[in-house]
């Protein structure tokens, strides 16, 4: 395996664990104010990062503007649009729509670097994708309707299927990978040019915690009652070094000596590399058609791999 795609695939696995970590968080912690939390948390730790290891000194002026933009389009605008679909469509239907960062990426890829992909790795992010729809993508059926005995107890009728997702649900899923996939394209260069990954993600982290800081002027994110604890604060750093740091830093490092399409394809494999984490949290195994998601996924990696 290759370095780019090795690095991809780690970030994926970070994503993962950091999100387990902050569904810990759920009902807890608001999520502007976890948001604010975990940027901070994370652009403290790669910001002290590349000054360990003199980052500083590979980041220009133009750098820094190519990764401001992309903080904006990837951290910023889809980090909010992300967590809006959730509320409006549901968490398995904004990740299903988030997969499409990966066809997103190959499309801005080919149109701005003429990036191309061989028939097997074509067929490697084909699987991928496929992989990915199974594995989060599939409804469970409505049950058979119940039918008393004669002498029996009134059976109550199953509940009604979930209702499809809104329009807007769908808009919002759709946005937020067109900013993941554009937020990648926008650090490409940047990162190609030698940009050290801890001084990118802290330039993009720092752009958002800006950003995410500023907004409390608003009115309605000032009424923020919920309590605060020590715990989910520390839950909310170990999340930010896992995903928002480590994880995304992975990815920049990926990003800076591999493919645009496949890095971002790999790295969004984080719906399939949770399943053994949920396994371990739940102790329930997910259910057939998810492993079989993943099982396509890896086949796909192993063909995204080949040269």
Do not use: H
Not at 70 to 78: F, P, Q, R, W
Not at 202 to 223: E, H, N, Q
Not at 254 to 271: D, F, H, R
Request: positive net charge; proline residues 6%; hydrophobic residues 60%.
């Amino acid at each position: 395996m290759f370095l780019s795609e090795a690095l991809a695939i780690g970030s994926a696995v970070c994503i993962a664990l950091s999100s387990m970590l902050i569904n810990e968080l759920n009902g807890r912690v608001p999520l502007m104010r976890l948001a604010r939390w975990q940027l901070t948390s994370a652009f403290i730790l790669t910001a002290l990062a590349a000054t360990i290891v003199g980052g500083w000194s590979t980041l220009g002026w133009w750098q820094m503007e190519a990764l401001i933009g992309s903080s904006l389009a990837g951290i910023v605008i889809a980090s909010t649009t992300y967590f809006a679909a959730i509320y409006v469509a549901g968490p398995r239907v904004t990740a299903l729509l988030f997969s499409l960062a990966s066809p997103f990426a190959l499309l801005f890829g080919y149109l701005a670097f003429g990036e191309t992909i061989t028939g097997l790795q074509g067929l490697g992010v084909v699987l991928i994708l496929v992989g990915i729809v199974i594995a989060i993508g599939v409804r469970r059926r409505r049950p058979p309707p119940m039918i008393p005995l004669a002498d029996g107890e009134p059976i109550e009728s199953p509940a009604p299927p979930a209702q499809a997702p809104s329009l807007i649900g769908i808009m919002l899923g759709v946005v937020t990978a067109l900013g993941q996939a554009l937020g990648s394209l926008l650090a490409r260069p940047a990162m190609a040019s030698g940009v050290e990954p801890f001084t990118a993600m802290a330039v993009r982290s720092g752009f958002a915690v800006i950003i995410f800081w500023a907004i409390l002027a608003l009115p309605a994110l000032r009424r923020d009652t919920a309590p605060f604890a020590r715990r989910d604060l520390g839950l909310a750093v170990t999340a930010a070094f896992f995903g928002t740091a480590l994880g995304m830093s992975l990815l920049m490092a990926a990003l800076a000596i591999g493919n645009v399409g496949i890095v971002s394809t790999l790295s969004s494999m984080t719906p399939i590399v949770i399943l053994p984490m949920v396994w371990l949290k739940s102790r329930q195994m997910p259910r057939a058609s998810a492993w079989g998601g993943a099982a396509l996924a890896i086949v796909g990696t192993a063909l995204i791999s080949l040269k």
